[in-house]
């Protein structure tokens, strides 16, 4: 099944990169493994306003776990190995791999991540983009 491109308004020019970024969100947002939440931070004094993507990520240590930026996209990885010495008599608990991509906005910066109480968190700041207004010259060339 083709999908119809929901960006091709002819006013809406230099946009194709967007609709390549929709596409592959679509296509990532279908395993709901680990859970997390999205939170937005208020600004206080001189700081920005961040936001936090917490993760749900219990059992893992973090030597286990792995934060990057790569290009526009924040890529959080997990690994566990299986532990072969253990005899489990119930196995609900597996060991768990798992890889969760988030695309960034241009200017967004990471500032950094924590893992506290099986939770992780990384936060993430935009700085407030300066409003810029030029005025273009107009060139006659009917002279």
Same mark, same amino acid.
């Given at each position: &099944?083709? =999908? ?16 390549? /970024? ?6 990532? /947002? ?28 219990? #059992? ?12 526009? +996209?924040?890529?959080? =990885? #997990? ?7 253990? *005899?489990?008599? *119930? =196995? ?6 798992? +890889?969760?991509?988030?695309?960034? /906005?241009?200017?967004?910066?990471? &500032? ?5 109480? #099986? ?21 006659? =060339?009917?002279?």
């Amino acid at each position: &099944m083709s =999908r119809v491109p929901s960006l091709s308004s002819p006013f809406l020019l230099g946009f194709d990169e967007i609709e390549r /970024a929709l596409d592959r969100v679509a296509k990532a /947002a279908t395993d709901g493994y680990p859970p997390y939440n999205i939170e937005r931070i208020a600004r206080c004094e001189n700081e920005p306003e961040k936001l936090r993507i917490t993760l749900a990520v219990a #059992g893992f240590t973090r030597d286990q776990l792995e934060v990057t930026l790569e290009e526009s +996209q924040l890529v959080i =990885r #997990g690994r566990q190995n299986e532990d072969r010495t253990r *005899h489990y008599l *119930h =196995r609900g608990i597996a060991a768990r791999q798992f +890889q969760r991509t988030f695309f960034l /906005a241009d200017g967004m910066e990471v &500032m950094g991540a924590d893992l506290s109480n #099986g939770l992780l968190s990384v936060d993430l700041v935009r700085p407030e983009a300066e409003r810029i207004v030029r005025r273009i010259d107009i060139v006659s =060339r009917d002279d």
